[in-house]
């Protein structure tokens, strides 16, 4: 069964931190890198952060240095910290594999709102 289930998000100030759970299925979680995705009110959804099954990461230029994406295989889980939070963080924020497309499987996401 193809599942992903994003939770963790909420209301926080500018400054503020959250931490993002994303359970997968095994189908979409292993041997795969996954990622981290966000969509804003009126934009596309972006690529955020991704790691793959050795833990290697890499980010978006605007979240580098403030949020850490890291993964428990053993519980087919990833996770996305994120510190020093901005306004312009505020999005509805979605796991998946990495290079998955929009008429892939999505979960429902998780709502990130920081306030100024």
């Known amino acids: 069964q193809v599942q992903l289930v994003e939770s963790g998000g909420g209301l926080v100030q500018a400054g503020g931190s959250l931490i993002l759970s994303c359970a997968a299925s095994?189908?979409?979680?292993?041997?795969?890198?996954m990622g981290w995705y966000r969509q804003a009110p009126g934009k596309r959804r972006e690529w955020v952060a991704s790691?793959?099954?050795?833990?290697?990461?890499n980010y978006v230029n605007s979240v580098r240095g403030r949020f850490t994406i890291s993964r428990d295989n053993a519980k087919n889980t990833v996770y996305l910290q994120m510190n020093s939070l901005k306004p312009e963080d505020t999005a509805v924020y979605f796991c998946?594999?990495?290079?998955?497309?929009?008429?892939?499987?999505w979960g429902q996401g998780t709502q990130v709102t920081v306030s100024s």
């Open positions: 998946n594999k990495l290079m998955a497309l929009n008429g892939d499987y």
């Open positions: 095994p189908t979409i979680f292993s041997r795969n890198t």
């Open positions: 790691i793959n099954v050795n833990g290697n990461t």
